[in-house]
């Protein structure tokens, strides 16, 4: 489950790194000037098989345009050029964080007369290591010998080069010869991109998680800051940093609520989740573990399934809550205690009831990411034998399905604490990530009655980084423990041709 490393940036000059406007104050609209551009004649211009005298007499002949006025409209056009020094400051950003590794080159469709005056227009060029054009090769994109061309001049594989082109008949061809094909649509989006192609995105989340460290607000769809605590529970326990959480500890019970009830109630009583949660994550004197668990266990209904608060007036259930208690009482030996709450969640994972999310829970992958936290804290084999298999089906029904960036960590998380390989959502994980280095704000849970959501760009984060270091320590293992079956194959192998020369012998 590796990462392409690539060494290789390659960039088309004109709509990517410089801008031009084809609106002059010539008789030649827009449009037209356009399809010239794209005329046989103009393709012969940009390889350097004619002049620029016969190229605009061709042009103009075709177009019915006096050459006069064709020459003037491309003058227009060439003193329109605008470097888009965002983008070339990406570039060398991108270049130096590589210290040195990223090479830079520029391939571009253009003339030799109108490269000669774009290599004047106020820009960075030392950002490139070499400048390929169409008018110097004699050839031009989308043709594969130009992009042969370039990979040949600068001793680079295909797999280990970006190309970037706003054409995307450019990025297609650059594709089918084994690059990386990224079409130019703005500025941010390919800014993301390259980021999340060329940087570490560990470091870039955890650079982030720093920056941010105790602003991590839960926010609700309607934009609405949530004072909780179960978030920046769970950003402590993926991250095992305090300094970056804001959170008050409590001597016994918590309430999701760090702060004045929103958007609900007035009074709001403390709940099992957040209690299990906190509880399986900070260090607790066992006494006072053992004494909440207790407690746990008055609130269970008539079915014998533990409820979600401490209220009997408020007789909630929900099954990733339950499964969120059942890791605490595992955690502690004491899962037996609630036998029916475990049948009635294998029964939710049996008969996929979590497809659509639960009471509190947005999400399919919340329900699998917490039995997969409930089989990671225990080696109760009886528990793993009833669970484990069928999760292991679940998990891998749902294998590259669309979700958010919370929805494909949590599905890894999963994958990987099961042995399963999942290079799809990794892939998906990857390019998601945003340019700052966090992960987005995904909804995660919601208020029942309401269907208010709730999202927390620390925890999403938290938990895409957990992802990545998961999928890349099992694909390391996966390596070894294939490279170690190798040697033992090649060593029987050796072993049997010598017990056959020996017979032989």
Not at 71 to 77: G, R, V
Request: aromatic fraction near 8%.
């Amino acid at each position: 489950m590796s990462r392409p490393s690539y060494s290789t940036l390659i960039l088309d000059l004109g709509d990517v790194l410089f801008s031009w406007s084809a609106t002059t104050k010539t008789t030649i609209p827009p449009n037209t000037l356009k399809s010239l551009m794209s005329s046989p004649p103009w393709l012969e211009y940009e390889c350097g098989r004619i002049t620029q005298e016969v190229c605009y007499d061709q042009v103009g002949e075709r177009f019915a345009l006096p050459p006069s006025e064709v020459a003037e409209a491309f003058l227009q056009a060439r003193d329109s050029l605008q470097s888009n020094d965002t983008m070339i400051s990406l570039v060398h950003e991108l270049k130096e964080s590589s210290n040195g590794a990223l090479r830079v080159y520029a391939m571009s469709n253009i003339s030799e007369p109108d490269y000669n005056v774009l290599a004047k227009k106020p820009a960075d060029w030392s950002v490139f290591d070499q400048v390929f054009t169409s008018a110097h090769a004699g050839m031009r994109k989308p043709g594969l010998p130009f992009y042969r061309h370039v990979l040949e001049a600068t001793h680079t594989a295909p797999q280990d080069a970006i190309f970037v082109d706003d054409k995307f008949e450019n990025v297609f061809a650059a594709r089918s010869l084994g690059l990386h094909g990224v079409v130019f649509d703005n500025t941010a989006n390919v800014s993301q991109k390259l980021r999340n192609l060329l940087g570490n995105p560990v470091r870039r989340g955890k650079e982030y998680l720093s920056r941010n460290a105790k602003q991590f607000h839960t926010i609700t769809d309607s934009n609405i800051v949530i004072q909780e605590n179960y978030a920046q529970i769970l950003i402590l326990g993926a991250t095992n940093n305090e300094e970056l959480v804001q959170v008050e500890r409590q001597a016994r019970k918590w309430n999701f609520f760090s702060g004045e009830p929103a958007l609900t109630t007035a009074t709001y009583p403390d709940d099992l989740d957040t209690t299990a949660l906190a509880l399986t994550i900070m260090d607790y004197d066992k006494e006072v573990v053992s004494s909440v668990m207790d407690e746990m266990l008055e609130y269970v209904n008539d079915e014998g399934i533990i409820m979600v608060y401490y209220d009997h007036n408020r007789p909630r259930i929900d099954s990733v809550i339950c499964v969120n208690i059942l890791t605490l009482f595992y955690r502690h030996g004491r899962g037996h205690q609630l036998g029916r709450t475990l049948q009635w969640i294998r029964e939710v994972l049996l008969h996929r009831a979590y497809l659509d999310g639960t009471f509190y829970y947005k999400s399919a992958e919340c329900f699998l990411f917490y039995l997969g936290r409930l089989l990671g804290c225990t080696q109760d084999a009886e528990l793993h034998r009833w669970l484990e298999p069928l999760l292991k089906e679940r998990v891998q029904e749902r294998i590259g399905q669309s979700g958010s960036a919370l929805d494909l960590a949590m599905r890894i998380l999963t994958c990987s604490g099961l042995g399963i390989k999942d290079q799809v959502d990794l892939d998906g994980l990857l390019s998601l990530q945003c340019e700052d280095g966090g992960w987005g704000l995904d909804w995660m849970y919601r208020y029942a009655r309401s269907g208010i959501e709730m999202g927390n760009r620390g925890v999403t984060t938290a938990l895409a980084i957990n992802a990545i270091e998961s999928a890349t320590s099992m694909a390391t293992n996966l390596k070894d423990e294939s490279v170690a079956v190798s040697m033992e194959e090649g060593n029987q192998v050796l072993e049997r041709s010598l017990e056959t020369q020996v017979a032989a012998g």
